[in-house]
């Protein structure tokens, strides 16, 4: 990436940097084989969706969460 253009993106204000961080994510696609799995990283995921079969009542909903996250770091 050419530095002019790291220079403009730069300029941008926060919250532009984070709505085009957000952009940028969303253009990969979600079925991308491109960016496999580790084998430590589906070993977790299991962990996570067994814990979650076998008590469903301690997780949380995103709404939930993000609320969460914005009183607490005021977002």
Known sequence: MKADMISDLLSLTEAERIQLAQDL???IP????????TDAQ???LERRLAA????PDSSIS???ARERLRQRFGA
Do not use: G
Not at 30 to 37: D, G, R
Not at 52 to 55: E, L, P, Q, R
């Open 62 to 64: 995103w709404e939930v």
């Open 25 to 27: 994510w969303d253009s």
């Open 52 to 55: 979650h079969a076998s008590d």
């Open 30 to 37: 979600e079925t991308s084989a491109a960016v496999p799995l």
């Open 42 to 44: 589906r070993a977790e």
